[in-house]
């Protein structure tokens, strides 16, 4: 993670509490929607969406959604150039007109000295938009090849070029002019072939075309008078794609980001990645003093960490990368609001990244401390790692720039005693806890209680997990979700499995016989992420639909899952469920076919009605039953309990060795399975209680499924 020695813990822990913060942050901003990914040495550690992706028809956000990315396109441009530079068709110090004649046009003589580096580093003077910009407001197309020329032979330098930096969008249209010079292709049509396919970005275009506009999130102003105006964006950007073409998903940035590591040589060679990521200026006083500027990238410093990447804006999207590229490891983050403040969540992200990179080992002693607060004055969330413990503002972007320091009192007492405190030093932190945990704590004098509000639910693991490792490290997980009329609830449920910390899984979404508009948001979600597949039935019987979905997974024409997981359209799992539950059965032989564990149900405020612990024994402890035995009986004589069916996970191996012959014979008598399902006694292999959140409707009691955290 950027330092020597981070160990697995410090991921897990950070991965956890920005799931949480970033829940609760969705849920009490005044915003749309957004995605966040996290990138980390060879894969994808996080992604996850809040909010929502259409305000009028109540489309929840997903990872992939696709968003516009604006003057991120310009790192992509970038690559590009560096490219031909390493294969010796361009040259970082070519004057521009030598590959592109008609610049020689230009009435000021001063446009032909113009190097392919300044254009790159903005310090070319070129203006930034030309004498007409109505098309970035959305008023007219955008120009195409031969309208960029003529914009270009009809501007001025704004500055003399190589003295100081001036941003151009202007001058990477001429990027884009040098790459198709250079490579004897359209600039789509190369960057397509040569740095978004060998990057892995399936999911991104370099300017828009018809077949990804069903993906699209939609975008919106900023808020104005209590309302926010769609700016509809579907438009193609033509000759500027260079500069603010691409759309893509926050998780493909990363992927982009990934190229550029130094360990990476997917897209370009080693000196040229430093040369495109080297200083080319830094602006040291004056407005915007402290903006640094690479070739087509921005150099962003996040405490005493480099960081590389680019900000994009267009239309009512919002968005940023950043990446180390020596600790490879890179953030992004992609917004459909015009106000979203993408430049301080990425900032945020990183200094929780780094805060428990710093901080966390494998003690954990302070643990049981985690936990936000709110009052009716104020909100602060208390962050143990291994033996520190911080107190930060949730509320803000960063939270980790201003943290508070608290030192043991006691076992239930923590006192303030950052240095120079003026308003806190000294203060007390005296904790109440009960069965489930934190109760309460007086903060320096006012009571606070733990939060439980958010979608989805905002709770942070208490106590480091480690992600599944050996032979479960790369576990297929067939997750099953009947769904039937619960269209207020199924984006929640899905939201869930979407936020796992586990990522290898696939979901099935079967029909089960829902009348409502049900259906059609699990079909959104279908169409938008490939690992989640709608399956109909007829209907016929109420519990039909975990056997149909049994049949698809189990299905012979295909590989069989690892493992198989059941939730409810209308329940929820904590995101680390997949990876607990995994953790925990990679510690049992294979005589044991399952695991389970407790859950909570809550009302609409997130609070408690009752927990399973006391009576899961009595569904499964004292009973050795095989698996055959707790069937889907399509009869409902002997069905799981909708409270139980979200808690368990199974080997796949042992659906396969019976679901043909037993699982679908409600009324036969049903044969010992070979496997026990869990010895005489042991109850929940120690998961605790924890309570968490939902997000539903006043009248809806729904059950979260609890695995890891809690004391």
Request: charged share 20%; net charge negative.
């Amino acid at each position: 993670m950027g330092v020597d020695g981070v160990n697995q813990a410090a991921l897990v822990e950070a991965l956890a509490f920005l799931h949480s913060w970033l829940a609760y942050r969705a849920h009490t901003e005044d915003i749309c929607g957004f995605t966040v990914a996290i990138h980390h040495d060879e894969e994808i550690v996080f992604s996850a969406a809040y909010g929502r992706a259409n305000l009028a028809t109540d489309e929840v956000m997903t990872p992939g959604h696709m968003l516009g990315a604006g003057s991120q396109s310009k790192m992509v441009a970038s690559t590009a150039v560096c490219q031909l530079v390493g294969s010796g068709l361009l040259g970082f110090e070519d004057r521009v007109c030598a590959h592109i004649p008609w610049l020689s046009a230009h009435s000021d003589p001063r446009f032909q000295d113009i190097t392919v580096r300044q254009v790159l580093s903005h310090t070319a003077g070129v203006t930034r938009e030309g004498a007409d910009a109505s098309h970035w407001q959305l008023e007219k197309p955008f120009p195409d090849e031969r309208a960029l020329a003529r914009m270009v032979l009809a501007s001025d330098l704004a500055v003399e070029s190589n003295t100081r930096p001036k941003y151009s969008n202007l001058a990477f249209g001429i990027v884009g002019q040098l790459v198709r010079a250079a490579s004897g292709r359209p600039y789509v049509d190369y960057v397509t072939e040569h740095v978004l396919q060998p990057a892995g970005m399936e999911s991104t275009v370099a300017d828009l075309a018809p077949e990804v506009v069903p993906r699209l999130s939609a975008s919106y102003a900023g808020r104005i008078e209590g309302t926010r105006r769609r700016i509809d964006c579907q438009v193609a950007t033509r000759a500027l794609a260079p500069a603010t073409g691409l759309f893509t998903t926050a998780e493909d940035m990363c992927r982009f980001a990934a190229g550029h590591y130094w360990s990476d040589q997917a897209l370009i060679g080693s000196a040229l990645r430093k040369e495109a990521h080297r200083s080319q200026w830094v602006l040291t006083t004056g407005y915007d003093a402290g903006a640094e500027m690479g070739l087509g990238f921005q150099i962003m410093t996040v405490g005493d960490r480099r960081l590389v990447g680019h900000t994009g804006s267009f239309g009512g999207y919002q968005s940023a990368t950043f990446f180390e590229p020596q600790g490879a490891l890179a953030v992004s983050v992609m917004a459909n609001f015009r106000d979203a403040p993408v430049a301080k969540m990425i900032r945020g992200v990183f200094e929780a990244l780094h805060h428990f990179a710093r901080y966390t080992n494998d003690s954990g002693a302070f643990a049981r401390y985690n936990v936000r607060l709110r009052s009716t004055l104020a909100t602060v969330e208390i962050v143990a790692t291994g033996d520190r413990i911080v107190a930060v503002n949730p509320d803000d972007w960063e939270p980790f720039t201003f943290a508070e320091e608290l030192a043991l009192v006691d076992p239930a007492t923590l006192r303030v005693v950052t240095p120079g405190s003026l308003f806190h030093e000294g203060e007390l932190a005296r904790y109440a806890f009960d069965d489930a945990g934190v109760r309460s704590v007086n903060y320096g004098g006012f009571i606070m209680r733990p939060d439980r509000g958010g979608n989805p639910p905002a709770i942070r693991v208490r106590s480091a997990q480690p992600m599944p490792q050996g032979r479960h490290a790369d576990a297929t997980v067939s997750v099953i979700m009947p769904v039937g009329r619960i269209c207020p609830w199924l984006g929640n449920a899905v939201e869930s499995v979407v936020a796992q910390t586990y990522g290898d899984w696939q979901l099935v979404l079967v029909d089960d016989g829902t009348t409502d508009n049900t259906l059609a948001v699990a079909r959104s979600w279908a169409d938008r992420d490939s690992r989640i597949t709608l399956v109909p039935t007829d209907h016929a019987k109420v519990n039909q639909a975990p056997n149909v979905g049994l049949d698809h997974v189990c299905a012979s024409d295909r590989a069989a899952p690892d493992f198989v997981a059941f939730l409810d359209g209308n329940d929820m799992w904590r995101p680390e469920f997949l990876a607990t539950t995994l953790l925990r059965l990679a510690g049992l032989d294979n005589s044991f076919i399952g695991v389970y564990c407790n859950s909570t149900t809550v009302d609409a405020h997130g609070e408690p009605v009752f927990s399973n612990l006391d009576n899961i024994d009595s569904v499964f402890g004292p009973r050795e039953g095989s698996l055959g035995a707790h069937n889907f009986d399509e009869m409902m004589t002997s069905a799981f309990s909708p409270d139980v069916m979200g808690t368990l996970l199974f080997r796949g191996a042992a659906f396969r060795s019976v679901c043909d012959s037993i699982l679908h014979l409600p009324g036969q008598t049903l044969p010992r399975c070979a496997h026990a399902f869990f010895p005489r006694g042991r109850r929940s292999l120690g998961f605790p209680t924890t309570c968490s959140s939902s997000g539903t409707a006043p009248s809806k009691l729904a059950t979260i499924v609890l695995a890891g955290g809690g004391t």
